[in-house]
């Protein structure tokens, strides 16, 4: 069982950046970063894979980066010039700790964390 611990979620105005992190109770070679809006399907925002990989969705490119600290099984958020659209519950994600073929598919991953919430102001 893996266990998925985030921080760093908050309120901003456009324009503003916030970084989010997520800590792993075990080392997973797959992790990412999911959100869900109210009324709208969770989709992917990022994955980080242990070797290195990373996967930013096409709506965040050039303004989020994902990252990952393998000694502290912790991947990053860094969301720069945030937009109201951004709004939306972040979930980090972690596949099995065997697997290492990364995905970004929801159904892909096993475990979860509790969310935290991202709110940008217009």
């Known amino acids: 069982q893996v266990q998925l611990v985030e921080s760093g979620g908050g309120s901003v105005q456009a324009g503003g950046s916030l970084r989010l992190s997520c800590e792993a109770s075990?080392?997973?070679?797959?992790m990412g970063w999911f959100r869900q809006a109210p009324g709208k399907e969770r989709e992917v925002v990022a994955r980080?894979?242990?070797?290195?990989?990373?996967y930013l969705t096409d709506s965040v490119k050039g303004r989020f980066t994902v990252s990952r600290d393998n000694a502290k099984n912790t991947v990053y958020l860094q969301m720069n010039s945030l937009k109201p659209e951004d709004t939306a519950m972040y979930y980090c994600?972690?596949?099995?700790?065997?697997?290492?073929?990364?995905?970004?598919?929801?159904?892909?991953?096993?475990?979860w964390g509790q969310g935290t919430q991202v709110t940008v102001s217009s």
């Open positions: 994600a972690a596949r099995p700790p065997g697997a290492t073929v990364c995905r970004v598919g929801q159904q892909d991953y096993n475990y």
């Open positions: 980080a894979d242990y070797g290195g990989g990373t």
């Open positions: 075990a080392l997973t070679y797959c």
